[in-house]
């Protein structure tokens, strides 16, 4: 007993002392009214300085873990109680039996858990995050101290469910600078796309429960649309946005509760909508009266053509659809910050709904935001961030094209592109004989709403790939595609 200790470097040694003597008392090992070691003895057998153990006495007694006696020395609590753990050890609960249907699913669909995910080592196409090595952390830092300096005790105390007012304010200017008429809509800051997409759907009625998507589409958000149990039909994708004969015969067959839609630099095809496409996309939706719900996801992340503006901005007065907006590509996706624009009576509820769960999106993450875009630093990041990520998308265009002569590559921008071999091609079995080669990608079939569908198809996410792996890593991948042939 006592020499046992094991200090770690992360915490202060007394607070490690009082952890190991309180651990000890709840555990039995020390018993009510038993007299503690000395000061001096405890220095001894931990190896630590007295002053460290008076510290800690000190704190076991603050807690009334133990009491002192004058001239007698420190003694164990008389009413300490130690948890009586024996009694209850044999009630074992098989936890795996008592999950809802969401819970089962949700496991089941858990990509992080089932995909293919990456090892140590490997040549990893499969991020579609940014590249950390471009983020301009000295001025994260700045605009973290500087708002800290400003309201720091503000910051630390609850905030509001519908978000950090300043935020709300850059944000509502943000869109409106992308066209977005905001008279009648309203905003929320959600955590990422990811919660604002939850909260959507499930505060919308269920009546006919089918919902439209792009088919391939984001796997997190077929996740949440199958976790909410609409029933989905996907729309296939031509190189210039949805098929829009599909989509019409589809409206016209049966009703739905809405469409989810990722206009620019859809994942995982990376295809833009052409505008003409996004004028008659609304143009059905309307006449079907079908909400469309947009993900604005990556719209900055534009290498070359013309400027595009999202859907939303096509709407004016109208309140049809609405907005999920995200910085997790084009800043920091560890902030989880991300908003809603839409007609201000579905974001009241929202609101609510926001508070019923998680009563608020972290108020530091917001502030922090907030300082550092209205510091100016954005459009300095975002620039500088778009050279070298156009800057790689193009090295991945001239590799795929060298080694991979035989595909067709759909991307315009973000941080992936998509990759159709000839339809013979299986991208599962390619991927288990490129892994065995130390490099991976995602199998397209991922994003597909259908088994069977996009089997001859791979993600490549480049963002944090190497120039020197990429070029490694498609010329395995096509070295290994040509010997499948
Ligand atoms: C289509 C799409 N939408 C949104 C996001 C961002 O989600 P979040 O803001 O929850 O990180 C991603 C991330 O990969 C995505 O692929």
Redesign the pocket.
Known sequence: MYSDLQLTEDRPVYIQVKDYMKRLMLKGGLQAKQKLPSTRELSTLMKVSRSTVLLAYAELEDEGLIYAVKGKGNYVSASIETPNATATASWQLDWTTEMSEYAIQAEQYDLMKHGSGAERGEISFTS??PDEKLFDLHNVKRAFLDRMSLEGEVLLNYGYAQGYRPLMNYLLRYMENKGVDLRGKDILIT?????GFDLVLGALRKKSGKALCENP??H??IKNLKLHQFNLTGVNMEPDGLDLKQLEHELEASPYDLAYL?PSY??PTGIVTSPAKRVEIIRLMNKYQVPIIE?G??EELRYSGSHVSPLIASMGKGNGLVY?G????VLF?GL?V?WIIADAALIDYLESMKRARSIHTSTLDQSLLYQYLSNGNFEKYLKRARTEYKRKYELVVRCLKQHLPMCRISGAGGLHLFVQFPSEYRTRELLAACKVKGVTFTPGDTFYLEPGQGVNTMRLGFSRVSDENIRKGIRIIGETAAQMR
């Open positions: 579609i995050a955590n990422g796309f990811t919660e589409t984001h997190t958000a990722v859809h994942n993900d996801f990556n999920l995200s910085f997790s590509k996706p989880r991300g």
